[in-house]
């Protein structure tokens, strides 16, 4: 097992080059002017212009920029924002943020999810199991912003329950456990929905029928033989998630102003503001590159039969 | 028409002889504070944005910054939040015979936050730095009426991009300016300039102390200015915290003791904090809560809406470029073809004002209907002038937008009407940036119409004249040229009497209507929104709150 997490971690290197020099190309193909908005409603003039773009290098081709960028960047220098904050600064006030917000997502997401999976996988075709199907239909096609806007407004504004917004750089677990239970709302239907299909696909086979035949009792048979196989799928959807967390969570920081990665890395993109851009997401790939490697390993806690040596 | 009635009580407000005579109206300024009574003290939270440069008076002119700024420096001159007229703060008289040389006084006793005196030299030096172009200041072209503004520009040829590489300017210093003593200096301009006086009130004139120059950009983290609130911290892209000035001497202090700036991504989210009353402030009312003015019953006598220094235009491409639009009533017949009042109503729910002229109502000097017929929606009137032209000689109509931004339906939706009203084929034509767009028309390259919007520097009608139709000025891209109408900016400039002054700049306005050079489309306006714990809120002409005069029920 040790070489193939050597072999992983070797592999990242050039994945990180690789999709660091994407993300420059794109964002420097993008349409858009740096320099849109610096002055207000009005073009800037040409010697505050100049010295912005000689100070952002803006005026050379893109392989001596990428270059000079991944220069510093080896050294720990994540650049600039355009508007003269240090990404590095940004980075480090905002991940610990969404950090919390996905993990606070994703256990509320996988502790529902698995039990409402195991319980209507088991009594399958029951009550619970049509209302689940529906319910969770109902919010896989429901956007996220509506989910959020409509609990803000009610839950918040209405009810009083939940703060409105988070607007804050040490964000309380109360604060955040509104906008985790909407970030979490679409995963968690789809960790029901499939936790429930792969343990009815288990339960059927032929190692929990033989569990059964020796007189294993149901609860052991399913819990330990069959769930434990049936996690395999959930697991692989719950790492990416984590990912998907952490970069996608755009919509629901904007709504309730939580000053995380995602609102940056939106606002980022629509300035045109390369180093926040690649520094957040370079971060981010590597958060998605460790998580992957957890969860293949994780692999073979769950399925003796799946080994890395 | 709702909305276009209110008059800017200029009339009578002479605002040179309002300065001369000094501050002798000290409480007649605050007027209007709603029935409930104001108190002094306390701590409001309101929404803030991210400012897009160092704050430094002399290099913002973005609203973000700007309303930070504003709070933080005085200036020569307040513009009074309601009628942005000017009065005087810092100076205690701006004096002048001949409109070119002027003295400026300033008061005693001012002070910055870090206890120094506000003198003279903290002026000229601000001032200096601000012109001097290596230094890239935005606000740098403030100062271009200035004696001696041409020897601190640069003018390299080394790289086109940037004409201060490879050369230093002439001089670092202004001729115009002079320190004669602690407290008076003198402005020496390059031509006649009747309205400096309301020029200076605006945050590029703002004096910086002895310590900015020692490290810029650690003064730019935090300021020190000597306005009524000085700034306690800015953690970046968060929070900004003001806090009151306790040696503030002006008339113009703080009411209340702290504001803290919270930063919102989006204006849903701050507006959801305010109807929960987390939130004392917005000047951002979301789209969705102005959609049939649902804010008005959201919070109820809790919002505000008045007209900003913000003007929205078509330009017509100059002749030599595009010779299909050079008939004036082929202009008009398409400025009478667009029905302004939908278009406001249907695209931008009410938040635009139908312009009547060139100017902004917010400003000294504005006076309705300098555009008359050719400013109203006229389907009839508009094909009859059309046909009187001898129609329209190209395939199409087009309107030039930059995509960056939402301008997209409404340049549409103004095509549509075109189109419907003259029978005439109309495109609004997307440009990729406002960049590559203001590059093109620069250029003398772009070619039908294009969008051109103008921001107000300063609350007078001659800064929506002058800078953009006077031949050869600097935003003139139609390449506008009217020798009577230069004539008449020259005259006024030289009138010694501020409402004589208005009326020669009326009048070249009212030239415009004649040549079109652009079709004004309606004028910017600023919703507020605010909870039930402030009152006092008033909007300025630059559409921002006014935080001196907010204050705690």
């Known amino acids: 097992m040790g070489t193939y997490v050597i072999r992983r971690l070797l592999q990242m290197i050039p994945v990180i080059l690789g999709a660091t020099f994407l993300i420059f190309t794109m964002v420097f193909a993008l349409p858009g002017d740096p320099l849109a908005g610096k002055c207000g409603e009005r073009p800037c003039p040409p010697a505050y212009a100049a010295a912005f773009r000689e100070k952002y290098n803006l005026n050379d081709p893109l392989p001596i920029q990428y270059g000079k960028y991944v220069g510093n960047l080896a050294q720990g220098d994540f650049g600039e924002t355009t508007n003269g904050i240090k990404v590095i600064d940004q980075l480090k006030a905002r991940y610990p943020i969404t950090a919390q917000l996905a993990l606070m997502a994703l256990a509320f997401e996988a502790i529902i999810g698995i039990t409402v999976g195991v319980f209507t996988g088991i009594r399958r075709g029951g009550f619970l199991d049509n209302l689940v199907l529906i319910s969770t239909l109902v919010v896989i096609s429901i956007p996220v912003f509506v989910v959020g806007g409509l609990s803000q407004y009610f839950l918040g504004v209405r009810l009083g329950l939940f703060p409105v917004t988070v607007t804050s750089a040490n964000p309380t677990f109360y604060q955040l456990m509104l906008p985790a239970m909407v970030l979490g709302s679409i995963s968690l239907a789809y960790i029901s929905r499939l936790t429930r299909t792969s343990l009815v696909e288990n339960l059927r086979s032929d190692y929990v029928r033989t569990a059964t035949a020796k007189g294993l009792r149901r609860r052991r048979a399913v819990g330990l033989h069959a769930l434990r196989n049936s996690l395999i799928p959930v697991v692989t959807f719950i790492g990416f998630d984590f990912g998907f967390l952490l970069g996608g969570a755009i919509v629901t920081e904007a709504i309730f102003n939580i000053p995380g990665v995602g609102g940056y890395l939106f606002r980022s993109i629509r300035a045109r503001d390369g180093a926040s851009v690649v520094g957040t997401v370079t971060v981010l790939v590597i958060v998605f590159l460790f998580v992957n490697l957890l969860v293949d390993l994780l692999y073979g806690l769950l399925d003796p039969r799946i080994s890395h040596d | ?499 004589a002054a208005n009326a020669k700049y009326q009048e070249a306005e009212a030239l415009l209507a004649a040549d079109m050079p652009s079709i004004p489309l309606w004028y910017g306006k600023a919703t507020v929104g605010w909870s039930d714990k402030v009152t006092g809120v008033k909007i300025t002409a630059f559409g921002t709150i006014d935080y001196s005069s907010l204050a705690l029920k």
Not at chain 2, 448 to 469: C, H, K, V
Request: charge should be negative; hydrophobic fraction near 35%; aromatic fraction near 10%.
């Open chain 2, 1 to 499: 028409m709702r909305g276009t009635t209110r008059k800017v009580a200029v009339a009578a407000l002479s605002a040179v002889a309002l300065l001369a005579a000094g501050c002798g109206s000290g409480e007649e300024g605050e007027t209007d504070t709603p029935a409930a009574e104001a108190k002094t003290g306390g701590e409001i939270t309101v929404r803030g944005c991210n400012p897009e440069n160092p704050l430094i008076p002399q290099n913002t002119t973005e609203t973000c910054g700007g309303t930070v700024i504003d709070a933080v420096f005085s200036k020569l001159v307040h513009y009074e939040p309601e009628t942005a007229a000017p009065k005087n703060d810092i100076a205690e008289s701006i004096e002048t015979e001949d409109n070119q040389t002027f003295t400026v006084k300033l008061k005693q006793g001012y002070k910055f936050h870090d206890g120094t005196e506000v003198k003279a030299k903290n002026f000229v030096d601000a001032w200096n730095y601000g012109a001097y172009a290596p230094n890239a200041q935005s606000s740098g072209y403030f100062m271009e009426p200035i004696e001696g503004f041409a020897d601190l520009q640069c003018a390299g040829t080394a790289n086109p991009e940037d004409p201060c590489e490879g050369f230093t300017p002439k001089a670092k210093e202004m001729t115009g300016l002079k320190v004669v003593d602690d407290h008076t200096f003198t402005i020496k301009t390059s031509e006649k300039v009747s309205n400096l006086p309301v020029r200076l009130g605006y945050s590029a004139f703002s004096p910086l102390p002895d310590v900015f120059f020692a490290d810029p950009e650690a003064f730019g983290d935090k300021p020190i200015g000597s306005g009524p609130f000085k700034l306690d911290s800015w953690t970046k892209e968060q929070a900004i915290v003001l806090s009151k000035f306790a040696d503030y001497s002006g008339e113009f202090g703080a009411k209340l003791d702290k504001i803290n700036y919270k930063i919102y991504q989006d204006a849903d989210a701050a507006y959801n904090d305010v109807l929960a009353n987390n939130l004392d402030a917005t000047d951002e009312i979301p789209t969705s809560a102005l959609i049939d003015d649902k804010y008005k019953t959201d919070l109820p006598d809790r919002n505000a809406q008045k007209e900003e220094g913000v003007i929205q235009t078509v330009t017509f491409a100059p002749v030599n470029v595009d010779p299909l639009y050079a008939d004036p009533k082929i202009r008009q017949a398409i400025s009478m073809a667009i029905d302004r009042e939908t278009i406001i109503k249907q695209i931008f729910n009410g938040t635009r004002v139908p312009a009547t002229g060139w100017v902004s109502p917010v400003v000294d000097g504005y006076k309705a209907d300098q555009c008359g017929e050719f400013c109203k929606f006229d389907p009839a009137k508009a094909k009859a002038l059309l046909q009187e032209a001898g129609g329209f000689k190209g395939d199409k109509i087009t309107l030039a937008y930059n995509a960056d931004a939402a301008h997209k339906d409404w340049t549409e939706a103004t095509c549509n009407s075109i189109k419907q009203a003259l029978g005439v084929e109309c495109a609004a034509v997307g440009v990729v940036d406002f960049a590559t767009l203001r590059q093109q028309v620069g250029d003398r390259k772009q070619k039908g119409m294009f969008r051109t919007g103008w921001q107000m520097d300063y609350p007078s009608i001659e800064n929506f004249l002058a800078p953009i139709y006077k031949t050869g000025a600097s935003s003139n891209d139609g390449d506008y040229s009217n020798p009577e109408f230069d004539a008449l900016l020259t005259e006024a400039a030289a009138q010694q009497d501020p409402a």
